[in-house]
């Protein structure tokens, strides 16, 4: 693998990093196809540039991220600032906040059952950082970190929510403020009814979030794995 850039973007390129915090690091490379790898604390993104350049011109969130927050450690030809100059907010990010609303009140329905707790801590995090940044990004000034995330909601749940990531533990009142959260800042449930779970697999399916599809994979191997 050639990689062409190493960044520094999250917490520890703001800043307000603390004893929990993963080290967020994007590789450019010249691989035709991007990587997450998780190791530990160390958290690790590989994307050829003309995948973040589409991106860029497209408003994504994560090259938003990039383009705001993040520091080159390794970056000769300047890819970053190609990246900043590319980037353009979109004014919506619907799609976004339906994804992580529809995987949130899937958390809220089925997340009791969870065999991975860690994981689901993560993807509750993810849910509501998601929502938040594509609102805070509407208004064109997108937030990244927990505070000013929090800050941005007016609500201390959401500092609680984000920072539970950190632990492999279940919050007895994190399924409630979930909700509470989901009702005033998510999209609307997309089914009326009782909760069903091959209804969220299909919509999950349909819409490709692939977020929610990783997290039900996780969970099937994991009740495999029992046997």
């Not at 383009?67 to 907010?89: T, V």
């Not at 509501?128 to 609500?155: C, D, M, N, Q, W």
């Amino acid at each position: 693998m050639t990689i062409t850039a190493m960044l520094l973007f999250g917490s520890h390129a703001r800043g307000d990093e603390d004893i929990f915090s993963d080290t967020d690091l994007l590789l450019i490379s010249e691989d035709d196809r991007p990587q997450h790898v998780q190791k530990g604390h160390l958290s690790t993104s590989i994307y050829p540039l003309d995948d973040l350049l589409t991106r860029a011109q497209q408003g994504d969130l994560f090259v938003c991220h990039i383009a705001r927050e993040a520091k080159a450690i390794y970056d000769p030809s300047d890819q970053l600032g190609l990246l900043r100059q590319h980037f353009a907010l979109r004014p919506s990010y619907e799609r976004e906040i339906r994804h992580a609303s529809d995987l949130g009140w899937f958390i809220v329905d089925f997340g009791g059952e969870s065999h991975l707790q860690s994981l689901l801590n993560r993807r509750i995090a993810w849910c509501v950082r998601t929502i938040l940044i594509a609102k805070s990004a509407e208004l064109g000034r997108p937030v990244f970190s927990a505070a000013e995330l929090a800050e941005f909601a007016h609500s201390g749940d959401v500092l609680k929510l984000i920072k539970n990531k950190e632990t492999d533990r279940a919050d007895p009142g994190a399924m409630a403020m979930l909700r509470n959260f989901l009702l005033a800042f998510g999209a609307v449930r997309f089914y009326r009814g009782a909760p069903d779970y091959g209804a969220y697999l299909k919509q999950f399916s349909d819409t490709a979030n692939n977020v929610a599809l990783s997290l039900i994979r996780a969970e099937a191997s994991s009740q495999t794995s029992d046997y």
